[in-house]
């Protein structure tokens, strides 16, 4: 049975914040809401069954990643990424653009596409628009990404223009090509800190018959600040009918802010990465759990979280395992990290339909900070 690209229906708006559900293949997933990357097929240090338990609905994996390992052709003899990694929910994958763009001594930049070194052996390898969707469709995602020229944020204009000049092409060249049935195909919008840019880009994007749209090209060099006031510039204009997308960012500020302004959609990989160091988010702030305060600490990360550590753990038998090297440490901080946001993002949407945004914007504040 084959379902529609991705739909998003609008239940509640509060401002420019919007709650409702985006349906993929059939599948329904409360917004706004927060993708787990799992940029190899696997969530980092979590089986899928634990990650669907804890309410997520979408994970993210990367193209650039899976193309090199374990490849194409096996992924696809193997029915497809879904099956190989058995996740039962959907899947967004990135294009591998950022990842590409961030090589910078490794990459050739042309207006066909780009082509780099593997990080893994060296070998050469050529993305293109055709290449990157044809990458997708074997993958299988649910949600697919175009090739797109990541810019950094203090790049001069003209290099930002030329970068939004040649997404455009190759978004156009994207939508020209086959995809998996139900598939459906996100454009993304370009132009660093220029306003001007995003907006004429947005507009140029939103033209297009893309299934929903994105903003790149973030947390590439720009301060929390200035990144903020693009946000509230360009977000709100997107098309109100499709899926918002905000690529990379994911602080409970980034969060709060960016729904804010009318995202329906995040991924980062914060809450798994921050957690293999050892660090936890609770409502009061970061908890580093490798500092000595926390040796003889018989309370749990956070009082009333209901995530698997804090039900059955201390503060000072996780500093434990995360200074002798115990993996459990990584599962159970990645838990709980994952719990706190997918309850973040609940707490947003009730926010959205109370109409009570903007009273969370100190609770995101202290969430961001470290704990006191």
């Known amino acids: 049975m084959t379902h529609d690209p991705a739909r998003i229906e ?4 509060c401002g420019d914040a919007r709650a409702g559900v985006l349906r993929v293949r059939g599948l329904e997933a409360p917004t706004p809401l927060f993708m787990p990357v799992g940029t190899l097929g696997a ?7 634990e990650v669907w338990a804890n309410g997520t609905r979408i994970v993210l994996g990367n193209t650039f990643h899976l193309l090199q390992r374990p490849g194409l052709e096996p992924l696809a003899r193997l029915g497809g990424l879904h099956r190989f990694m058995g996740w039962d929910g959907a899947i967004l994958t990135d294009s591998g653009g950022y990842q590409v763009f961030s090589l910078a001594e490794r990459r ?3 207006d066909d596409g780009v082509s780099f070194a593997s990080p893994l052996d060296g070998s050469r390898i050529v993305l293109t628009p055709a290449t990157v969707v044809a990458a997708q469709r074997a993958i299988g995602s649910d949600i697919a990404m175009v090739l797109d020229e990541c810019p950094p944020a203090e790049a001069p204009r003209e290099i930002v223009e030329a970068a939004v000049r040649r997404t455009t092409r190759w978004a156009e060249r994207s939508l020209a090509e086959p995809r998996a049935p139900g598939q459906a195909l ?3 919008v370009q132009g660093a800190l220029e306003i001007d840019l995003r907006r004429a880009h947005l507009e140029t994007l939103a033209a297009l018959p893309f299934d929903g749209l994105a903003l790149g090209g973030f947390s590439v060099g720009d301060t929390p600040e200035r990144r903020d006031g693009v946000l509230a510039a360009v977000a709100p204009r997107m098309p109100a009918d499709r899926p918002r997308y905000l690529m990379g960012l994911g602080t409970p500020w980034d969060l709060f802010w960016a729904v804010r302004c009318g995202i329906d959609m995040f991924d980062c990989v914060l809450p798994t990465r921050n957690a293999r160091n050892g660090q936890a988010f609770t409502a009061a702030g970061r908890v580093s759990i490798k500092q000595a305060r926390y040796r003889e600490d018989p309370r749990p990360l956070e009082d ?5 550590a804090c039900r059955r753990f201390s503060r000072a038998y996780l500093r434990h395992l995360y200074v002798c090297g115990e993996i459990l440490a990584a599962r159970a901080l990645t838990a709980h990290n994952l719990w706190f946001f997918e309850r973040w993002m609940a707490g947003l949407r009730a926010a959205i339909r109370d109409g009570t945004l903007d009273a969370l914007a100190e ?3 202290r969430a961001t900070g470290p704990a006191g």
């Open 363 to 365: 609770s995101a504040r």
């Open 186 to 188: 996100f454009g993304i």
């Open 10 to 13: 609008i239940r509640a708006r």
């Open 43 to 49: 969530v980092k240090a979590m089986s899928p069954e």
């Open 108 to 110: 050739t930049v042309e």
């Open 304 to 308: 009333g979280c209901g995530c698997p």
